[in-house]
């Protein structure tokens, strides 16, 4: 991929980035639970810190990032996400985001479908991928909290 091409991606990678984490950022701000608000703050501090490693990228040569893939459950697509609400259930909340991050991991990989230049594919796949790590930690913390027997 060209290195234009590659910058573009990124960018928009990092548009997205800025967008769940103003979306935490405003989900923290409307919950009553203070377990609630410091997890949505938590994650868009997370957020945060995706942004930066994306924003470490630029000027780089467009290689494939180093990722270790957890395995996937797909829990987060057999729930519907729900309503952010000031009376959420950690439960929720962990569905809620679990969900965000399906929905990131889904474009990237439309994006990676829809593209003809291999070099962007691969690196819209190891966005996916980042999304898809992501994903999993959610869920697994969503596991946790929603059928407390399995621990």
Do not use: C
Not at 25 to 35: G, N, R, Y
Not at 132 to 150: C, T
């Amino acid at each position: 991929m060209e290195q234009k091409a590659y910058e573009k991606t990124l960018k928009f990678a990092i548009r997205n980035e800025v967008k769940a984490h103003d979306f935490y950022i405003d989900a923290a701000t409307k919950l009553q639970d203070s377990f609630l608000k410091e997890l949505f703050t938590d994650l868009a501090n997370e957020e945060n810190n995706h942004r930066a490693m994306l924003e470490s990228f630029h000027g780089s040569d467009p290689n494939t990032l180093p990722l270790e893939i957890p395995p996937q459950y797909n829990i987060s697509e057999s729930i519907d996400e729900p309503e952010l609400s000031t009376n959420m259930k950690p439960a929720d909340a962990f569905a809620m985001a679990m969900k965000k991050e399906q929905q990131a991991m889904e474009l990237y990989t439309w994006m990676a479908s829809a593209t003809s230049d291999l070099r962007q594919k691969e690196l819209l796949l190891e966005l996916a991928d980042m999304e898809r790590i992501h994903k999993s930690r959610m869920e697994n913390a969503f596991v946790d909290v929603a059928y407390p027997e399995v621990w």
